[in-house]
């Protein structure tokens, strides 16, 4: 009985001899191939960190190209953008940044930038089947500049809040163009009310607020915020010197409902009778020309019928203009290129900090640009024109009330083109 009890105990033992020898040489392969997956996982996460600093070399690049820089510029940029990540380590290789990118689908493309980073992580697992003692990681990026967009809107003002604000229940559609406020304020454009406005895209150097069920984008899927200053396109337009005091011009423009005037250009000041407040009421037609409003004010009463072609319309000295929503205007600018102020239908004094009333009815039509960067603008009725037109309206501030219809079809008109910042997308 003892002797066969020895024999099963000598029979387990070897059974676990065996299973210890077969743990032991399974061991370092279980162990190994962990080893080698954990590391494969490791390279993996590495490159992907890597891409997003690549994508923020290439986006950075990309807005030297918007800022007007030379390529000299967009690849320090790039570079010191790809080093101060903190993603690369001290064995990566010098970023390759190149605009245009040498190939790709943007390959000669001069709006794109191309950055290429290779990084190089020492091998632990797989250092005993290769040869070299790091394993290279390459990521590439593509970014380019979205060419300018035209706009048909723009608040120059640089901290309003509402700096483009559109209430009530008006309704505004722009054709072919933006809307665009310089504000760093989070409602640098704001919604409210029962608005709606229909437009290609909104952009802001701050935020935008409101638009959610009041925006309809009809070329770019989402608001642009945060996007640079917007270059105002009349800034080093002079304006005219006022002339000597027409009395007769005035008196012409102090008209009853009754009166029907053909006037010719001139200055208008708040000196000699009819005060500082001139009262359009009749029938009044603006020869061509330009026609100053210093320190008087211009007011169109709703009886008021006004037509003028080639005409540019001064504030100065503190003037302003209201014009009632019940007046029939037909205003067009200057298109002759030779005309210093071809394009521009009114030009308020950038010192003057005052408030413009622009009320209008399905008659009303403005042709050109309404400039008027130290004032406020209050944009209410509609403004009747239509597809194919060419309205422009830049001021420190602007308020929508009424119903209206913009469109940026200028190039016959000669109006200064008003583009929107670019936009720097990453395509690759």
């Not at 608001?223 to 917007?230: K, L, M, N, Y």
Request: charged letters at 15%.
């Amino acid at each position: 009985m003892a002797r066969h009890t020895r024999r099963r105990r000598s029979a387990f033992g070897g059974e676990d001899g065996s299973i210890a020898i077969l743990f032991a040489l399974i061991v370092p392969v279980v162990v190994g191939f962990l080893g080698l997956g954990g590391e494969v996982v490791y390279w993996q996460f590495t490159q992907r960190t890597l891409q997003s600093a690549a994508d923020a070399a290439a986006f950075s690049g990309a807005a030297q190209l918007a800022q007007g820089h030379d390529e000299d510029h967009v690849r320090i940029a790039a570079g010191n953008a790809a080093r101060l990540s903190g993603i690369m380590s001290a064995r990566a290789d010098t970023p390759i940044v190149t605009t245009p990118p040498s190939r790709g689908p943007f390959s000669g493309d001069t709006k794109a930038v191309e950055v290429v980073l290779v990084d190089r992580l020492p091998r632990l697992f797989t250092g005993a089947f290769f040869s070299d003692s790091t394993k290279s990681i390459s990521v590439r990026a593509v970014a380019r500049t979205a060419g300018a967009r035209p706009a048909c809107v723009l608040a120059l003002h640089r901290s309003m809040n509402g700096a483009v604000s559109f209430g009530g229940s008006s309704t505004l559609e722009l054709e072919g163009c933006d809307v665009a406020s310089n504000s760093l304020a989070s409602n640098s454009i704001d919604f409210y009310g029962a608005t709606h406005v229909t437009t290609e895209c909104v952009s802001a150097v701050g935020g935008i607020e409101g638009n959610d069920g009041r925006l309809t984008l009809t070329d770019c899927r989402d608001p642009f915020e945060g996007t640079r200053v917007f270059a105002d396109p009349y800034a080093d337009l002079p304006l005219p010197s006022p002339g000597i005091c027409d009395s007769t011009l005035k008196s012409d423009l102090n008209n009853s409902p009754s009166t029907t005037v053909t006037v010719a250009p001139g200055t208008v000041c708040a000196s000699g009778s009819g005060g500082s407040t001139v009262s359009i009421k009749g029938d009044t037609t603006f020869s061509p020309g330009i026609y100053i409003f210093n320190g008087v004010d211009l007011s169109v009463n709703s009886s008021a019928i006004i037509r003028g072609t080639g005409v540019t319309f001064v504030f100065t000295g503190g003037s302003t203009i209201h014009m009632n929503g019940g007046a029939d205007i037909q205003l067009t600018a200057p298109t002759d290129s030779a005309n210093l102020y071809h394009g521009v239908l009114f030009f308020g004094d950038k010192i003057d900090n005052v408030d413009h009333v622009l009320n209008g009815n399905s008659a009303t039509s403005f042709t050109g640009a309404l400039y008027f960067p130290g004032s406020n603008v209050s944009f209410s009725g509609t403004n009747a024109a239509t597809s194919g037109a060419c309205t422009i309206l830049v001021a420190e501030t602007i308020l929508f009330t009424g119903n209206s219809f913009f469109g940026s079809d200028c190039l016959a008109l000669g109006v200064e083109p008003l583009d929107t910042a670019q936009v720097v997308l990453i395509v690759e």
